[in-house]
T-cell receptor, first 114, second 114 residues
Framework: DAGITQSPRHKVTETGTPVTLRCHQT?????MYWYRQDPGHGLRLIHY???????DKGEVSDGYSVSRSKTEDFLLTLESATSSQTSVYFC?????????????FGEGSRLTVL | KNQVEQSPQSLIILEGKNCTLQ??????????LRWYKQDTGRGPVSLTI?????NTKSNGRYTATLDADTKQSSLHITASQLSDSASYIC?????????????FGRGTSLIVHP
C-alpha cells in the first residue's frame, strides 16, 4: 500500500471555526491532490499541488486553501467552516514521471460541520 | 469541459453472475483511463490502467476495454463474489495547461447478493 496518511480521520466542528486536514506521504511523489466526495457527486477536486509551494485550484476550491511547504505534506484549510463543507475528504498522490499517472488515495477524513 | 459519464448508476446482481459497467468520456487530449474500486468507508484503489494504444486489460476477474475512437470503456466482472460489492469509478486523465488532471465519473454502485 502507498504510504499516505490523513489526519484527522474524523472531525466534528462548528460553523465558523477553522479546520486543517493534513495529508502526509512517504512515497516522494510530485503530485498531491485534495478531493471531496459527496453522495451524487462522486469525487471532486478541491486543490492540487505539482511541487513544493506550487498549487492550483480545482473545480470546487471556494472556501478552501492549501499549502505545501515540503514534498511529503499537503495541508487543506477551511478558514471558516460551513455546513456545506460537511463531506469526506480524500488526499491522493501521483508520480507523473512514471507515466502511469496512477492515483493512490488515503483512507479519507470525515468532516462534520454543525 | 472534460466529462466522464458512467452507467448504470447502481446495479444489483446475484453471486456468481457476470456484469458489465460502462464509461463514456469527453476528455481531450486523452492520456489514460483507469478503473478504481472503492469499498464502503475506504479510499479508491486502482484496478486497471489503460493508455491510448491498449484495447483490453485484465486484472483477475476484472477485464477493462477501451475504444478510444468512440471514447468508451467498459469494466467486465466475471463470476462475481460478495467482496465485489463496492463503487466502481472511471477516471480519465488528460494534460491541461501543462498539468496532469484526472476527471472522475460519479461511479457505479454494485451490490452482489448471495
Amino acid at each position: 500500500d502507498a504510504g499516505i496518511t490523513q489526519s484527522p480521520r474524523h472531525k466534528v466542528t462548528e460553523t465558523g471555526t477553522p479546520v486543517t486536514l493534513r495529508c502526509h506521504q512517504t512515497e516522494n511523489h510530485r503530485y498531491m491532490y485534495w478531493y471531496r466526495q459527496d453522495p451524487g457527486h462522486g469525487l471532486r477536486l478541491i486543490h492540487y499541488s505539482y511541487g513544493v509551494k506550487d498549487t492550483d485550484k480545482g473545480e470546487v476550491s471556494d472556501g478552501y486553501s492549501v499549502s505545501r511547504s515540503k514534498t511529503e505534506d499537503f495541508l487543506l484549510t477551511l478558514e471558516s467552516a460551513t455546513s456545506s463543507q460537511t463531506s469526506v475528504y480524500f488526499c491522493a498522490i501521483s508520480d507523473v514521471s512514471r507515466t502511469t499517472g496512477e492515483l493512490f488515495f488515503g483512507e479519507g477524513s470525515r468532516l462534520t460541520v454543525l | 469541459k472534460n466529462q466522464v459519464e458512467q452507467s448504470p448508476q447502481s446495479l444489483i446482481i446475484l453471486e456468481g453472475k457476470n456484469c458489465t459497467l460502462q464509461c463514456n468520456y469527453t476528455v481531450s487530449p486523452f492520456s489514460n483511463l483507469r478503473w478504481y474500486k472503492q469499498d464502503t468507508g475506504r479510499g479508491p484503489v486502482s484496478l486497471t490502467i489503460m493508455t491510448f494504444s491498449e484495447n483490453t486489460k485484465s486484472n483477475g476477474r476484472y477485464t477493462a476495454t477501451l475504444d478510444a475512437d468512440t471514447k468508451q470503456s467498459s469494466l467486465h466482472i466475471t463470476a462475481s463474489q460478495l467482496s465485489d460489492s463496492a463503487s466502481y469509478i472511471c477516471v480519465v486523465s488528460g494534460l491541461s495547461g501543462g498539468s496532469y488532471i484526472p476527471t472522475f465519473g460519479r461511479g457505479t454502485s454494485l451490490i452482489v447478493h448471495p
